[in-house]
Structure formats: C-alpha cells, structure tokens
C-alpha cells in the first residue's frame, strides 16, 4: 500500500496535507462557484476576488486541525466533510432559492425545509458526488503517502492563521475597493459571497446573528411601556377635514431613486425645465407637495426609505433593518391594511435578494412581490441595478391592473442610481456644465424619470385606475453626496454649500394625489417617518394604538420638524447641526436662543427609543387593538412560471 514515499522534508509534517487539503478545496470551491452559482461578475477585480476569496477560509477551518496532537489527519478531514457539506447545502439550496443559507434560514426549518420537501432530492445530482472528492482524496492519501505522518507541530498553526488573516485582510481591502461599507451595509448575501466567499459569507452572517439575538434574548415585555406612554403623548390626531377623504381607495406608493427637492421647478441655463411633469404635480389642484419634506435614511438607503414609510420608526444608526432585522415582529402599513381588505404588491426591476427584499417584505405583509422575473431584463432594459424606468413602468402595468383591488402597492424606480450615467439613445437632454461628471448627468437622468413618471400616470388614466388610487411619490435620499458641494454651489448659483444649505440640500419631494381631495403647496417641516400617519388617517385608518414616531403632516397638531439618523434636525424655527443651531431662513448662526433646545430632547427620546424597538424586537411584546398579526411563514413569493425563478445579477 505505501509504497510512494514523500521526500523526508515535505511528509514528516503536516503542512504538507493541509497545503494539498487547501488547493484541492480551493479548487472544488471555486469550480462550484463558476457551474453553480450566478454571482453577477462585472470586472477583473471581481474575477480575481472571486478566485482568491476561498483561501482565508479555507487556510484558516483546516488550520484548526494543526491545534490537536492527535488524529491530526482525521480532525482535517472531518473539517473538511464539514465545509463541503455547507458548500453543498448551498448549492442546493440555491438550485431552489437563488439565494444562500442563513443562520434565520435554519431555524425556520419549517418554512425553508418544508417548501424543498419532495424537491430536495429531485435538486441532487450523482454527479453532485463531485463535491466530495477532494475528501476522498485525502482519505486516500491519509491512508498511504501520509500513513506515517503522526506528530504534529502546533507553532505551524500559528503560521497558518497569520497566512489566513493576511489572506482575509488582502481579500477584504480590495474588495472594500470595489464596494465601499462592503460589511457594514451588507445589502446584498450575492455582493458578500461574490466578494468574500462562501464560507466567510457564513461566519459573518453567524457573528450578526449572536449579536441580534443576545439583545433580543435580554429584553422583556416591560421595554415597551417607556415607548407606549412616549407615543401618548406625542401623538397628532388626524385632522377632521381629511380623515376618510380617501377611505378603500387603492394606494401606489413610489420610491423616487435619489431625487432630490432643489430639482423642483429647476431651470437649465438654456431655460428647460428638469423635471416637468413633476413640476406640474407640484401645482396640481388634487396633490399635496410638501416642499420641506426630508429624507432620513441611513447605510441602508432606498431599504431605509422604504421601513420609514411603512413602519414610522427610524433606520439603524449603521446597517440596514431590512438585512440584519429581518427576523423582527414589525405592523407595517401593509399588515395593517390588510384588517381593511387590502391586497399588497411591491413592483421592483431588481432581484429579490437585493436589501434582503425576499425576507424583509414577508415581514412586512406583503402579498406579492413581483422582482427581476417579472421584468425582460435584457441589455437594452436595464442599467445600474436593474430595469430602466420607462420599460419597467410599462410592463408593471399589466400586472398592476391584474390585481384584486383595493390594493396597497409600491414601485421602486431605479433609473436615476448614482452614478446618472444614461444610455445614449434614452436621453436628448443636456447634461449640466458644472465641472462635475456625476453632477452633470444627474439633470440627465432625473429628467428621463420624470419622462417615465409621465408615462405611468397616462397609462394609469388610461386603464381607469388614475380616479380611484392615491398616488404617494417619495424621493428615497439624496442622490448627490456632499463630495459634490462644489459643483451644487454652481447649481444653486451660491459662493459655498453652508450647513444650513446642506442640511436643505437633503429636502426630498413628497407628492400626495387624493383623487377629489383639494391639496396645495405644504410648507410644515417633516420626513419620511411621517408619512405612514397621513396616509393612513387618509385612509381612514386612525393610528394611535400602533407603535410609530411619524406626526401626521396633515395634523392640525403636526409637530413641524424632522431628525436625521446622525441626531441633527430640522425645523421651521431652527435647524440643529453638529450641536449647532442655524436660522432656516439666512442661515445664520443663532446665538444664545432656544429655538433648538426644545426639539434636541425629542431627538434624542425618539433615535433610542426607535432603537430600542429595533434592537429588542419589541413589537413582538406589543398588539395593537383590532391588528390581527401576520405570520412572514405565510408568505412565498414565486416566480411568474410558479418556480423560484433566477437570480442572476
Ligand atoms: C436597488 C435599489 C437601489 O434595488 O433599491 O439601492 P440604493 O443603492 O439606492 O439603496
Ligand atoms: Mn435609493
């Protein structure tokens, strides 16, 4: 049997077996990553991630096995078996849910398990055994060649693990490069294990996890009774001249990628405007513009736009509650209105992963989810993450109009992402002359979505839909970072972006259309968390036995002002930043005034008591009278063909 002998140097030790245990299992990963899973590659960088994330896993999983003095070979391939089966379990989970496992994933065996059923092994191949091999080769060649290697020496570990966090740390830098807050925005499992690999994608989600939990394993009903007497004394009552008014009309709500407020009734040098259709909404006698409306999203962007105005609570100070609070107990709107014969649907050219949107919306109550499969998502479709907005408004009508009404929607346009670069042939727009690229093509590109605007709302009027929906446009953030205040100081025709001009500069338009219901131009101060009270008191819904932060806008109590995640704020009579208090109208410093004091309080109350809420899992302790609570199990979002569809990016 061992005939073949090793020279002396190489199988006296047992780095040897584990430099073969790493290449041969580097190798099988990376094969498994090319046949079996669509990861969405866009450039070198990217290949050459791909390529080398499996090596700091793998040098550091069977460098454990160098700690044990004793069946040295046997622990790493035990380790191995191990690996291979979460590999393989990926694979075929990922046959089925174009996605990966996740720690929330097994323990809702229930749901995840039970839908595979029958199916787990009509997903099995015999040639699957092919994810083993490189374990039958180490068996084989810990029965011979390696048959007399038996003393270990555990300093040797110690060198694998520096090898493994250099590796890591390698891995991670360039792929921060590619995707800058890779891990601390993490919106994407496909972006984390195209990135940092398969196995790391698990350790990391298995870290999040025991964070999450250990908070939400500290907490007791009693955490609520702080936020419970807070929101009774807060809460605006809905103003009697519009409570009803839109009382089992269908909703649309839609997220307005980065649009910002200053592009309102903006001109071009040559005298275009930007964006007219959304100016003529502005003025329209049936829509409310609410023009010191702001957005206060945090690392989770359109995801935090979009748990703003369902939930009325505030984002995570870092994160995203849609990727890392998926588990929790929420009441948002299309849960609620559901109890009053709503039918829910979010319409979004994107993949369902993105933002974790497949679980989140679960969460959420939402019905149907009609994702990426829905869309052609050809070359000429899409751009940035996904289908362009006139394509993607187009073909959203059919199944808009297929739906069982009254229904609570939301389409989440895409077109106007960072970076605003637009295909050619879909803009006859000037682009700005401001020095500034991104600048530049966002007029481009803004205008293009308000063409695509345009084109919903005739095809709406078109299919009879127009005068029995309210129609809520939001833009989710800011498009245009503060890395470009010297071009906006040109946009804005000022010397320099002040803070007071900056924090206006995150002012993000609101449009309410109720179809019969006088509106106008709103000047009252709000945000995003605000919007779920209004809608929902037009609606007929009154709010006050549900857990929320948003002042009805509407309100004849409506508070006036609106916080950013950062703690700073905004209001009528002053706006708080950086600890300092400015004038809203010459944006001035104010010294030795109050104005900010009263509001500082509030601030503060309501980011840790939103936080609470998030962290704790506190709903969960928590039924509002007559909200029937709604199981995410429930829920199964399919493919237009019934399957589980793709998921390739
Ligand atoms: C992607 C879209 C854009 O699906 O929501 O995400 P963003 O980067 O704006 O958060
Ligand atoms: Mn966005």
Redesign the pocket.
Known sequence: MNKIRLPKTLNNNHITFLAIAVVLFWLKTYAAYQIEFKLGIDNNLQKFLLLINPLSSALFFFGIALLFKKHTKLIMISINFLLSFLLYANIAYYRFFNDFITVPVLMQTKTNAGQLGDSAISLMSPFDIFYFTDMFILIALALTVFKKVTVTNRKSFKIVLLFSITTFLFNLGLAEKDRPQLLSRS?DRNYLVKYLGAYNFTIYDVIQNIKSSSQRALADSSDITDVENYRKANYSPPNPKYFAKAKGMNVIYVSM??FQSFMIDYKMPDGREVTPFLNSLAHDNNTFYFENFFHQTGQ????DAEFLMENSLYPMGQGAVFVNKAQNTFQAAPAILKGYGYNSAVF?G?YKT??NRNVMYKALGYDQFFDADYYSMSDENTKN??MKDKPFFKESMPMLENLKQPFYTKF?S?SN??PFAMDPSDTDFPAGDYGDTVVNQYFQSANYMDQAFEQFFNDLKTSGLYDNTVIVMYG??YGISENHNDAMAKVLGVDDITPALNAQLQRVPLFIHVPGVKGGIQKQYGGEVDVRPTVLHLLGVDTKDYMEFGSDLLSKEHRDWALFRNGDFVSSKGYQIKGKCYSPETGELLEQTDVCKDIDGKVNTELQMSDEIVYKDLLRFYEPEGYTPINPDDYEYLSPKGSKGTNAQ
């Open positions: 919106f990628e980065s989770g962007k359109t995801s979004h994107n993105f933002w993450y996904g989440i895409l992402h960072f989710d953030h």
